[in-house]
């Protein structure tokens, strides 16, 4: 016997997605950020923490496309991975069952980069029924490549074959420095500077398509940091502010992947030298210790304001009152994700307001402060846009491996150095996630330890193709 519907069930059903849509957190999220946070060490538990409060954590991909067709020196990836062939069947299998994962494990909405070796070498299609998987499990994709490919391939990642558009937004970062061979057009670039109009291109081909089809971006800036390269990051800072980078990120070189391409002592450049070199680019001082991703020793970070040639940082840690925001605006919003259509972020903050109206004046109080310090006419006419300062810094393979070997066993090491690598692996805040095993693993340790073995395996089933 047929069941008929009743005559309010498209409605209902329609209210019940309007609903989800505008909850101003999702009960997976929830769960997995109150689990995050009781993982955290107690030392980290501090009203500046980001992770269980905020996010769960960046996740990443692995095993997904070893290859990349650049030869950088440093480079994250072993020697094997440029014997995997790209294979874009492996790719969308692996990476539906690692977003599936960390779905389960990380709740939605949170960021992950579809990285590995170079993600172009895929393919537009490919890559973009990647996004869309990862979509599908409600990560947040970003694309990690070198760069270097041109508009039509952009456009045909963004653009179905029959005219319809496969995203509004796209996130992508490019890296780009000058410890990297094999850019078209400049494949051994002598400085920073150098590489400057391939950074304009870079952005100009994502406006193109935001012109063209409308399609939104945001994208970050990496760089890898040796101490040839530091005395340039104040330079790479200065002339890619007023790009549209919405986010720069820079990792001082660590001792990890191929040893035939550690070229330089990377242990000159610490992370408080690159921030030092930021600083100087940006001509401000950058606060970062009331925000914090984790570890301290791992991650750095600096929300702020661009607007008429001058950065502000979002909130002044010298100021109480900016202080106490940061903690109302945690403990009210929690984990709510901003990052979705106007209409639907308008409803959610309705909806949080409404339980908690005090918080309006804070904010207007915030926002005046804000103004002041940028100044108003730049807020106004300055074509204000979010910019955000990252420095990440990897640990070398030496101290990851023993550490993540007692951290398996349950013991704490007695060697100072593999012991912080101890702590800092269990305040990873970059994920990547193992099903078979049901396990998350810090990038570190994927990196340092499992790619090696990832990719001998995979060399075996996805051998490269050479042709006559
Ligand atoms: S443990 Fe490694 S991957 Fe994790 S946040 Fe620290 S440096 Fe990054």
């Not at 060490?41 to 692995?62: F, I, K, W």
């Not at 041109?150 to 000058?178: K, N, V």
């Amino acid at each position: 016997m047929r069941v008929g519907r009743f005559p309010g069930d498209g409605l209902w059903r329609a209210l019940r997605r309007f609903e989800a849509r505008t909850r101003p957190v999702d009960p997976e999220t929830v769960v997995a950020l109150r689990r995050r946070w009781s993982e955290l060490p107690e030392a980290l538990r501090t009203p500046a923490q980001l992770l269980g409060q905020r996010t769960t954590g960046c996740e990443g991909t692995h095993g997904v496309f070893p290859r990349c067709n650049f030869a950088c020196s440093p480079c994250y990836l072993g020697s094997e991975a440029n014997q995997v062939r790209t294979d874009a069947e492996h790719t969308l299998v692996e990476v539906d069952r690692q977003m599936a994962y960390l779905r389960r494990t990380r709740g939605v909405d949170q960021h992950a980069q579809l990285i590995g070796g170079e993600v172009t070498l895929l393919g537009p299609e490919a890559h973009a029924q990647a996004l869309l998987t990862m979509q599908h499990h409600r990560r947040k994709p970003m694309s990690m490549t070198h760069g270097d490919f041109d508009y039509a391939y952009l456009e045909r990642l963004a653009i179905a074959p029959d005219g319809t558009r496969r995203f509004d937004l796209l996130r992508f970062a490019g890296h780009f420095d000058s410890l990297m061979r094999g850019r078209s057009g400049i494949r051994r670039p002598r400085d920073e500077a150098e590489l400057h109009p391939f950074r304009r291109e870079f952005v100009a081909n994502f406006e193109r398509l935001e012109r063209e089809h409308g399609v939104r971006f945001d994208l970050a800036h990496n760089m890898t940091v040796t101490p040839r390269s530091l005395p340039q990051v104040a330079e790479v800072v200065r002339a890619c502010a007023p790009m549209r980078f919405g986010m720069m990120s820079f990792q001082p070189a660590a001792y990890v992947g191929n040893p035939k391409r550690w070229k330089e002592e990377f242990h000159d450049v610490s992370i408080d030298a690159v921030w030092r070199e930021i600083e100087r680019g940006i001509g401000a001082r950058i606060p970062w210790e009331h925000l914090q991703m984790g570890d301290p020793r791992c991650n750095r970070s600096s929300h702020g304001v661009f607007a008429g040639g001058r950065w502000v940082p979002v909130l002044d840690d010298r100021d109480p009152r900016d202080l106490a925001v940061r903690d109302r605006f945690v403990q009210t919003f929690g984990g709510m994700d901003f990052d979705r259509p106007g209409w639907a972020v308008a409803v959610a903050v309705a909806r949080v307001l409404l339980r908690n109206p005090p918080v309006l004046p804070v904010a207007a109080g915030w926002a005046r402060r804000l103004g002041r310090r940028l100044g108003w006419r730049r807020l106004l006419f300055g074509r204000p846009r979010a910019l955000t300062f990252v420095v990440h810094a990897f640990m070398d393979a030496e101290v990851v491996g023993p550490a993540w070997e007692a951290t398996k066993r349950g013991e704490t090491a007695a060697d100072p150095a593999v012991r912080a690598a101890q702590e800092r692996l269990a305040a990873c805040s970059y994920a990547m996630a193992h099903p078979d095993e049901d396990m998350l693993v810090p990038a570190c340790v994927q990196h340092a330890v499992l790619d090696p073995g990832e990719n001998a395996i995979l060399r075996q089933r996805l051998p490269m193709v050479h042709s006559k």
